[in-house]
Nanobody, 115 residues
Framework: QVQLVESGGGLVQAGGSLRLSCAAS??????MGWYRQAPGKQRELVAT???????NYADSVKGHFIISRDNAKKTVYLQMNSLKPEDTAVYYC???????????WGQGTQVTVSS
């Protein structure tokens, strides 16, 4: 049974920072990442990272978000710096099983950036 436990969301002023964490259990994972969904918008990719450390970022967050992972802890992190009001969204952890490729979603954590 795969379980994902997200933490780290909250309210921050523009220009501030937050760090999201997602601890996974129950399998071995290839790609881990973060997506977000703002009110009235579709869910969109924020960043992903492979087990080998290769990263992929949405253009909108390049240069101010950093994704990382601890394979031993099966945990993926998202360091969000220089936050902007447009970064306000529910952020979802996403992981993909190494064998079979099935993906799983976290419950989501709210990030609110005030201007």
């Amino acid at each position: 049974q795969v379980q994902l436990v997200e933490s780290g969301g909250g309210l921050v002023q523009a220009g501030g920072s937050l760090r999201l964490s997602c601890a996974a259990s129950g399998s071995i994972f290839s790609t881990m990442g973060w997506y977000r969904q703002a009110p009235g918008k579709q869910r969109e990719l924020v960043a992903t990272i492979t087990s080998g450390g290769s990263t992929n970022y949405a253009d909108s967050v390049k240069g101010h978000f950093i994704i990382s992972r601890d394979n031993a802890k099966k945990t993926v992190y998202l360091q969000m710096n220089s936050l902007k009001p447009e970064d306000t969204a529910v952020y979802y952890c996403n992981v993909r099983r190494l064998f079979g490729g099935v993906e799983y979603w976290g419950q989501g954590t709210q990030v609110t950036v005030s201007s």
